[in-house]
């Protein structure tokens, strides 16, 4: 049974920030990018070189195109 007044647990709100989304968002990212890698490669290239792959290549462009889309209309 489901306690609708129940106060939310640190866990409910470490996934409803904003903080925990865009860290979320930025590692489906960096996933996509390691099998994308990985296929061109003909092997696993694994994560951390895909981490720093992928932030030399394409974070910063990642992150102003993510703030473009989340910046209220007429700003």
Do not use: C
Not at 27 to 40: F, G, M, V
Not at 45 to 72: C, M, N, Y
Request: glycine content about 6%; hydrophobic content about 30%.
């Amino acid at each position: 049974m489901h306690d609708a007044t129940k106060e939310p647990t640190a866990s409910d709100l470490l996934k409803n920030s904003t903080l925990y989304r865009e860290f979320q968002a930025e590692r489906e990212e960096i996933l996509k990018h390691k099998w994308i890698e990985s296929e061109k490669a003909g092997h696993d290239i694994g994560f951390e070189r895909a981490l720093t792959d992928w932030i030399v290549r394409h974070r910063s462009k990642w992150r102003k195109a993510r703030q473009g889309s989340t910046q209220p209309a007429g700003q």
